[in-house]
Protein backbone atom coordinates (compact mmCIF):
# COMPACT_ATOMS: atom_id res chain seq x y z
CA UNK A 1 0.00 0.00 0.00
CA UNK A 2 1.48 3.38 -0.84
CA UNK A 3 1.76 5.75 2.39
CA UNK A 4 1.77 8.90 -0.46
CA UNK A 5 -2.01 8.87 0.16
CA UNK A 6 -2.27 9.18 4.18
CA UNK A 7 0.85 11.88 3.95
CA UNK A 8 -0.68 13.82 1.58
CA UNK A 9 -4.03 13.49 3.54
CA UNK A 10 -2.09 14.46 7.33
CA UNK A 11 -0.43 17.23 5.36
CA UNK A 12 -3.94 18.51 4.20
CA UNK A 13 -4.74 18.16 8.05
CA UNK A 14 -1.54 20.22 9.12
CA UNK A 15 -2.49 23.06 6.46
CA UNK A 16 -6.21 23.13 7.57
CA UNK A 17 -4.95 23.17 11.44
CA UNK A 18 -1.82 26.10 11.10
CA UNK A 19 -4.31 27.92 8.71
CA UNK A 20 -7.22 27.89 11.34
CA UNK A 21 -4.72 29.38 14.24
CA UNK A 22 -3.85 31.45 11.87
CA UNK A 23 -6.84 33.04 11.18
CA UNK A 24 -7.94 32.94 14.56
CA UNK A 25 -4.96 34.92 15.31
CA UNK A 26 -5.69 37.81 13.16
CA UNK A 27 -9.21 37.75 12.66
CA UNK A 28 -10.62 36.09 15.20
CA UNK A 29 -12.35 33.28 16.18
CA UNK A 30 -15.19 32.92 13.83
CA UNK A 31 -12.46 33.06 11.19
CA UNK A 32 -10.54 30.45 12.97
CA UNK A 33 -13.01 28.21 13.30
CA UNK A 34 -14.80 28.47 9.88
CA UNK A 35 -11.25 28.19 8.28
CA UNK A 36 -10.87 24.67 10.01
CA UNK A 37 -14.41 23.78 8.69
CA UNK A 38 -13.40 24.52 5.35
CA UNK A 39 -10.45 22.19 5.54
CA UNK A 40 -12.78 19.28 6.75
CA UNK A 41 -14.84 20.41 3.82
CA UNK A 42 -11.90 19.34 1.80
CA UNK A 43 -10.12 16.49 3.99
CA UNK A 44 -13.39 14.49 4.87
CA UNK A 45 -14.28 14.03 0.89
CA UNK A 46 -10.59 13.45 0.21
CA UNK A 47 -10.08 10.46 2.80
CA UNK A 48 -13.09 8.84 1.19
CA UNK A 49 -11.47 8.72 -2.18
CA UNK A 50 -8.23 7.88 -0.86
CA UNK A 51 -10.10 4.70 1.18
CA UNK A 52 -11.70 3.93 -2.16
CA UNK A 53 -8.35 3.49 -4.07
CA UNK A 54 -6.36 2.63 -1.25
CA UNK A 55 -8.72 -0.39 -0.09
CA UNK A 56 -7.43 -3.81 -1.33
CA UNK A 57 -9.97 -5.72 -4.37
CA UNK A 58 -10.32 -9.05 -5.05
CA UNK A 59 -10.13 -8.02 -9.02
CA UNK A 60 -6.90 -6.19 -9.33
CA UNK A 61 -7.34 -5.75 -13.00
CA UNK A 62 -7.45 -2.30 -14.13
CA UNK A 63 -11.06 -1.63 -14.58
CA UNK A 64 -11.79 -2.18 -11.16
CA UNK A 65 -9.14 0.68 -10.30
CA UNK A 66 -11.32 2.69 -12.77
CA UNK A 67 -14.53 1.25 -11.49
CA UNK A 68 -13.70 2.39 -7.78
CA UNK A 69 -11.96 5.74 -8.78
CA UNK A 70 -15.20 6.56 -10.46
CA UNK A 71 -17.29 6.11 -7.41
CA UNK A 72 -14.58 7.27 -5.20
CA UNK A 73 -15.11 10.47 -7.03
CA UNK A 74 -18.40 10.75 -7.39
CA UNK A 75 -18.74 9.88 -3.55
CA UNK A 76 -16.15 13.01 -2.98
CA UNK A 77 -18.77 15.19 -4.59
CA UNK A 78 -21.33 14.21 -2.71
CA UNK A 79 -19.29 14.70 0.21
CA UNK A 80 -18.54 17.62 -0.45
CA UNK A 81 -21.94 19.23 -1.49
CA UNK A 82 -23.25 17.35 1.64
CA UNK A 83 -20.35 19.02 3.95
CA UNK A 84 -20.92 22.97 2.76
CA UNK A 85 -24.42 22.23 3.20
CA UNK A 86 -24.37 21.04 6.57
CA UNK A 87 -21.69 24.64 7.07
CA UNK A 88 -24.06 27.08 5.47
CA UNK A 89 -27.13 25.71 7.36
CA UNK A 90 -25.67 24.75 10.98
CA UNK A 91 -23.00 27.10 11.77
CA UNK A 92 -23.85 30.39 13.15
CA UNK A 93 -22.20 32.84 12.57
CA UNK A 94 -19.41 31.78 9.81
CA UNK A 95 -16.89 33.35 8.09
CA UNK A 96 -17.47 32.50 3.95
CA UNK A 97 -14.09 34.05 3.18
CA UNK A 98 -12.63 31.70 5.81
CA UNK A 99 -14.41 28.78 4.94
CA UNK A 100 -13.15 29.20 1.08
CA UNK A 101 -10.19 30.01 2.40
CA UNK A 102 -9.39 26.60 4.56
CA UNK A 103 -11.12 24.62 1.46
CA UNK A 104 -8.93 26.10 -1.16
CA UNK A 105 -5.63 26.17 0.90
CA UNK A 106 -6.69 22.14 1.60
CA UNK A 107 -6.68 21.12 -1.66
CA UNK A 108 -4.04 23.22 -2.67
CA UNK A 109 -1.68 20.74 -0.34
CA UNK A 110 -2.95 17.86 -2.85
CA UNK A 111 0.01 18.77 -4.96
CA UNK A 112 2.22 18.09 -1.85
CA UNK A 113 1.38 14.08 -2.94
CA UNK A 114 3.74 15.11 -6.46
CA UNK A 115 6.51 16.42 -4.27
CA UNK A 116 6.14 13.38 -1.72
CA UNK A 117 6.19 10.96 -4.95
CA UNK A 118 9.12 12.18 -6.46
CA UNK A 119 11.14 12.18 -3.37
CA UNK A 120 10.31 8.15 -3.45
CA UNK A 121 11.23 8.02 -6.88
CA UNK A 122 14.85 9.45 -6.37
CA UNK A 123 15.73 7.36 -3.08
CA UNK A 124 15.59 4.07 -4.84
CA UNK A 125 18.57 5.16 -6.77
CA UNK A 126 18.90 3.01 -9.79
CA UNK A 127 15.25 4.46 -11.12
CA UNK A 128 12.87 2.00 -11.13
Same mark, same amino acid.
Given at each position: ???????? *? =??????? /?? @? %? +? $????????????????????C *? =??????? /?? @? %? +? $???????Q????????????? *?????????L?????????????FA???A???????????????????????
Open positions: MDVTIFRV *L =LWQLVTG /LV @L %A +V $VLWGVFGRVAGYSGFLGSLT *L =LPNGFLA /LR @L %A +V $VRKDKGAALVNAAWIGEIGK *LALTVLCFTVFTLVRPLSAAALGFITQLATFSGFLMRSEQDTENGNGS
